[in-house]
């Protein structure tokens, strides 16, 4: 087999980062030259990093944590993140020179994989980008995150946050689909625009417009709210307890809003999930990873017949990797933050 | 059918009430003499109070609140709440003149109540009072927010706070028959040795010896909690949440360390709800009165045969009633709180 000699660009994590997270946390290194070879006897891949995915649950692994669901980023080395790529080489029986894979992989242009966890990529008529997004962990979170954990029935009243994001964006339509009535939050104008015009949200607002997110809710949902589906944690939340329904549900998928916080905002009004008794549920889409063959039987159809739409925020280069997911946690994307490394 | 002549002591609740209660709050008025009979064309009962119960959720119903689960007292009238009473005179065709029962009355000495919702004692072989208790509503508290929210498994390890309440001591001996390890957690040491010694925990502490409740929950669960049963909120709930293991269950049945507060504290560590996966419910007894009937199925043998231990703090006299309920908040009572009006 010819060997191709390479440099490979990377972005290294300086070291742990406390409070919000800076561009100069990380650093582009480009290594010496090598040879693209896996190693003598690896059951592992060589792949070439095409699409890397940048998402709000990376900011914990920027600390140093231990026996969290997710391990912490090594100081020194690459960030590591879910990402498409192609098999340059394989070591793993279920993998073969050639194939396109989405799941966890390196910030750099070509790494060293193990193939445990991986999903072969079999649809190949759709952007391969939408793989880390709609087609891949994002849209897993919001199909198990509202259709599992949230038991949505028609006519409920759904509110989301952070609702033109990789996951919200996709939980609004879901609803949409379920015959709810859906309202989204987020953070500028144009989010607000693309959700009620692109979307079908019925209604959405611009949280940072609000002085009173109680009084916000309240004027978009006088019923109150059956279904939350959490993204952002603190005041939100705590609004959002002073409006749940009876029987109300909160899908409890992440809080960006307090990632970069050094103590978590104080929620107030967790009285009301016994008034009104309401079940609130943490969840972490890896535990339902054996649910995506059914997932894509549902999704493929979805957006090939036009019937969901998806928006993602692209940048090109490894070199602009850093800004951009960075750029998450003051919400300066708008819609599903991908980077492209390479496009084949 | 001959009529007796009475007057008819009252507890009254002067007006709403702002932070913590006082007896103050409460004045006993002795009506002028009356004729004890149910008015004509009634449907309702006319009965004598034997028992009546203090129960922590009676603080909400001292503030002026719309829409929620309970009505809020009337100044100027007798506080309700459960009790056990003899029916004197029955307008309603399910009971009869002598019945005993239970449900809501007033804090009186005579009253005319509806029918609707009252249960009828059967069981007339265990103490009357155990009906404001383990065979009332704390009673069914515990089975459904116990058995029905949490789940429990053999072998989980579970935490009960305010554990020689009402409540919390039936969850740790419902804790035990199901072969579960549990904790509990009180105010004294007299309680503490309650917990250890009449019902049977596998341990338990005096949460207002602990300056740090985050390190005491790792000293006495290292393994971390399956099953949290929510009774008192606030600090204690944050540094639960750091404790939960993966999966693990809260029943939120009350939050009396935030009753007495204009505006509750803060809970800063929700975010485990996501990366422990936890599950935390909310819930009402009065939801699930219906499944009383097999409650009292499980629950009269045990009581019988003794494998099941209930502590009561009587006090006598409705004139006592006042300082007895206001003792709760601050942890006064020694078991289930009850004021005996008269013993048949």
Redesign the interface.
Known sequence: MEQQVITNKKVILKDYVVGFPKESDMILKTSETITLKLPEGSNGLLVKNLYLSCDPYMRGRMTKTEG??VESFTPGSPLTGYGVAKVLESGHANFKKGDLIWGFTGWEEYSIINAEGLFKIEHTDVPLSYYTGILGMPGMTAYIGFYDICAPKKGEYVFVSAASGAVGQLVGQFAKLSGCYVVGSAGTKEKVDLLKNKFGFDEAFNYKEEQDLDAALKRYFPEGIDIYFENV?GKM?DAVLLNMRLNGRIS????IS?YNLE??????????????????????VF?HYHKYPKYLEMIIPLIKNGAINYIEDIVEGLENAPAALIGLYSGKNVGKQVVVVARE
């Open positions: 969290s669901y944690g939340l409890v998928c992440g809080m307090q103590q978590g905002e104080g929620v107030r009004n967790l009285f009301t999930l016994i008034t009104k008794r309401v079940r609130m549920q943490g969840f972490i535990d």
